[in-house]
């Protein structure tokens, strides 16, 4: 292959690269099959296809199934010999949108040192697609894109030396939907070695049954036209639906793509598991964001106090009072009250979805805190929250404060991360870019050595039940060491684990 240099010469980027033979045909809902090779030299010098997937705030609408790319990037002067440590990024999205290119490696690698490498997955029901049709034994049902993830990594483990990288140092991380992921990869026995260390940014370990996901599936195919009563004919139909109009059938469907357990490469449930200590015992660096929430109730400006009563009752029914009179409505209000509120309880009960009934899914709040306790029980643990309310978020409203928002630390670690087409580092102030900097190298040093050491930092040492601490990372110099129980005080832990 023949990758392309960075403009300052500083990063070697060899992209789009096919880690698995394209998805298509035959192979719509298979699990990922290897690469038929090729001769000469290829061109390794742009990024692959994205994925197929609706149009979001990340990027256009997608109907390409030829998709499954990796891009490794390493430092330009690096040399095959010195088998550097790699960080290989899931990127979230909720399993439906999302793009490896959109976090461009060049600043953590340009600055630490470590190869840094992206890849897409297949996304929504191209990844997520459980159905009894496709899949009569549930060997891998529902699971394809999570089998592409693993497919990404043994291709590390097998060329990233060629790249000077080292395969016993691999790194896994993700946020959110990548985040999901990496948790289910420390527990599935098919991804046992092809990692040494796993990073959880506002991540979960949620998984759902087959019996959860075929009538999902089911209902999917039917609205896409496929209801035939015999599961082979409709799995037919299905496949034989053009991308583009399964794109569209997505977007109008009430289908949610989450993994399924009770499969091969996920037998038991990752959050079980996580608590039982059956799971890859690695170090991890695992945090969320200090208003999770706000992302998502960042619309849902101008209800009444009526309005977020009626929001409680339908989310919580006989549990609405006590969350009422733990967060009740004020005397002074304006037209961010109601979504500060909503978006208090999603980060502190660690729920998503700000107008139905939540998914559980353990992002932020007390959620992230007890997984961070169980994983801290059998093997090392570096715990942050993203704590600063000063930056720019992903959720552009005039005067509403998102900055420790989800996804809000994605720009400080990709500065080419963009939302709406802004790129979000272009609204940085001088304690923003200061605190991109710190952050980088925090997780260049776990990457490199395991524990996220820096000097002249602020000393991060490690999480355990006899020590239980956090990093707060906040602009300005203000990144401190806080106490668990500080932590559990802000998000009300108490209170949710009384009431459920």
Known sequence: MRGVVSADGRVANFLGIPYAAPPVGALRWRPPQPVTAWTGVRPADHYGNVCAQPASGDGPSSASEDCLYINVQRPALS??????????????????????????????????????????????????????GLDAEREVSGNYGFLDQQAALRWLRRNVAAFGGDPSRVTIGGESAGGW?????????????????????????????????????????????????????????????????????????????????????????????????????????????????????????????????????????????????????????????????????????????????????GIGGCGTEALIDDIARYTRVYAYEWATRAGPGIVQIPGYADGAGHAGELAYLWPNFEEDGVRISSLFNGGDRQLSDQVVRYWGAFVKTGAPRVAGQPSWPAHSPAAPVQLSLDTNGHSQLLDDRAMSAEHHCSFWQRVG
Not at 86 to 95: K, N
């Open 79 to 132: 040399e095959p010999r010195e088998r550097l440590p790699v960080y290989a990024y899931i990127h979230g999205g909720g399993l439906i949108t999302g793009d490896g290119s959109y976090y461009n490696m060049e600043k953590i690698v340009r600055e630490t040192g470590v190869i840094g490498v992206t890849f897409n997955y297949r996304l929504g029901v191209f990844g997520f697609l459980a159905h009894p």
């Open 181 to 361: 992921s990496v948790c289910a990869q420390l527990v599935s026995p098919s991804s046992r070695g092809l990692f040494a260390q796993g990073i959880i940014q506002s991540g979960s370990c949620q998984t759902q049954t087959a019996a959860e996901a075929d009538p999902a599936g089911t209902r999917f195919a039917a609205s896409a036209g496929c209801s035939d009563s015999n599961p082979a004919n409709a799995a037919a139909c299905l496949r034989a639906l053009q991308a583009a109009d399964l794109v569209n059938d997505e977007s109008t469907s009430d289908f949610t793509p989450i993994l399924v357990r009770g499969t091969r490469p996920l037998p038991a449930d990752p959050r079980s598991a996580i608590h039982s200590g059956t799971f890859a015992h690695v170090p991890v660096l695992i945090g969320a964001t200090r208003d999770e929430g706000r992302t998502f109730t960042g619309t849902d400006v101008g209800w009444t106090r009526s309005d977020y009563e009626h929001w409680l009752n339908a989310v919580f029914d006989t549990r609405a009072g006590a969350v009422l009179g733990q967060y009740p409505w004020p005397g002074n209000t304006d037209r961010l009250t109601p979504a500060y509120l909503a978006g208090a309880i999603l980060t502190d009960a660690g729920l998503i979805g700000p107008s139905s009934l939540p998914i559980e899914a």
